[in-house]
């Protein structure tokens, strides 16, 4: 119950060095951490300085009591063990040996690794182990004194007197060397690599779905952005706005909520776009087209569709529940005797009915009050691409791909996209060019956390 378990490999430095009186990695992990048990792992080298001087569990008791503690040993020897090189050999045994441990360990016991202890090759091996992640244990690193390689020292070695030497008993001379090791484990490193992929195709909800299975300190340092750009494609603001942090303000281009929202939105259709969702692009010009029409009116032409509509409440069940819809209309009173509705009756031959905005309406104010020719032309296309396919896309079950939008419009759907960032430039909303790759900016920002985690 609540025991610190330490897995070590003996090296050659352990206990303690003679080339500079230091605890070695061993001694030094058991200082720090106070194991209640300590399972030390022998080769055959090893074992010949155990039997001749005791000196592991020597100084290992001189520690347990200046630390007024007891240490329970279990001794792993490994005679026939003299090939201290082959990887593989340590992998497995390593993991057998991990393994009882843990079958005799409880929820509150915890278990450390020394990997700075013994050879290239069983340091390789517990590091492998962790890394494959069928453990949850602590990997903890050593550094020497001199930070630089050990000595090692054999002939000669007199325990009494290294343990008599050794400067770590000292407090006033002892510093903390020990280091923990914060490596991923492959089930992490495979799931990053998903992420990441599916961040490279603006699927960021299947991105959070991934991480919410995956430890929280894995993921801590990016995820929250993760679940800002799920929000931010849903066209969440709210939720995009309370996750927002001040350090990455900067991948919202355009911070004015009215503005905001409709860039935003062609933010949205451009991922559509790039994921070749065609039909959700087309579908979702309409709702675009009609608030950048306005905006063009009230910035080239100083007229405001506002000041000649008005809201139509209208009430609808939902589930034997009652809800009020608001829509936007023409407002006959308003329009009365206006230029403005002369121009529209002229348009559609007296037939203009009220009713709610649409495209087409805008569409004629503008080629009435704008002098710009390139304007009237932007808008003259989106209206056509609306008119030759929106409605085939919008009520008919029918595949939509590129063929099928040059077919219909005569133009390919970047040059549609291209078409609308142009007629932003009309609409007295400051878009630079680089705020149209926002998305490609806040994807590069989340990769780069994933690989710099704090």
């Not at 441990?101 to 390789?124: C, E, H, Q, Y």
């Not at 990997?139 to 020292?153: A, G, L, Y």
Request: charged fraction near 30%; hydrophobic fraction near 35%.
């Amino acid at each position: 119950m609540n025991q610190v378990i330490l897995f070590s490999p003996v090296g050659g430095t352990d206990p303690i060095s003679s080339a500079n009186f230091r605890d070695g990695s061993m001694l030094h992990i058991s200082r720090v951490y106070r194991p209640s048990k300590i399972v030390l792992y022998m080769s055959a080298e090893v074992m010949q300085y155990h039997q001749t001087d005791n000196r592991y569990i020597y100084c290992l008791d001189q520690l347990a009591q200046l630390q007024n503690r007891k240490i329970e040993y279990e001794i792993i020897e490994r005679p026939e063990l003299k090939e201290v090189q082959e990887f593989d050999y340590f992998y497995q045994d390593f993991r057998s040996i991990v393994e009882q441990i843990f079958s005799k360990m409880d929820d509150t016991d915890r278990l450390i690794l020394n990997v700075s202890s013994g050879t290239p090759a069983m340091k390789s091996g517990l590091l492998v182990l962790q890394t494959l992640g069928e453990f949850p244990c602590k990997m903890i690193q050593v550094t020497t004194p001199e930070r630089r390689m050990n000595e090692h020292i054999h002939k000669g070695f007199d325990v009494e007197e290294a343990w008599e030497l050794n400067e770590d008993n000292e407090e006033a001379t002892f510093t903390n060397r020990c280091r923990e090791i914060k490596c991923p484990t492959l089930s992490v490193i495979k799931k990053e690599e998903i992420i990441k992929k599916h961040i490279g195709v603006y699927d960021y909800r299947a991105a959070v779905s991934v991480a919410q299975t995956m430890p929280e300190h894995y993921t801590k340092n990016y995820y929250k952005l993760l679940v800002m750009a799920e929000a931010r494609m849903l066209l969440d603001f709210k939720s995009v706005d309370k996750i927002i942090e001040t350090d990455i303000n900067s991948l919202l281009p355009i911070k004015e909520a009215g503005k905001r929202k409709c860039f935003e939105y062609a933010l949205n259709l451009q991922v559509k776009l790039w994921r070749q969702e065609y039909a959700d692009f087309i579908r979702g010009i309409t709702p675009l087209v009609v608030d950048l029409l306005e905006m063009v009116l009230r910035c080239q032409c100083k007229i405001d569709i506002d000041q000649y509509s008005i809201y139509k409440r209208k009430k609808v069940m939902v589930k034997e529940h009652g809800t009020v819809l608001e829509t936007r209309v023409w407002d006959e009173k308003k329009l009365k005797g206006t230029e403005i509705l002369e121009k529209l009756n002229q348009e559609f031959y007296r037939k203009f009915n009220y009713g709610n905005i649409y495209s087409i309406h805008l569409k004629t104010l503008i080629k009435e009050f704008s002098e710009n020719n390139r304007l009237t032309q932007l808008t003259e296309d989106l209206i056509f691409v609306e008119q030759q396919i929106r409605n085939l896309a919008a009520h008919e079950i029918v595949s939509i791909t590129e063929d099928t939008i040059i077919k219909r419009t005569g133009f390919t759907a970047q040059q549609i996209m291209n078409r609308i960032k142009e007629i932003f430039t009309y609409t007295g909303i400051r878009v630079k060019n680089s705020d149209w790759d926002a998305y490609n900016a806040m994807n590069k920002e989340i990769i780069s956390r994933i690989k710099s985690p704090s």
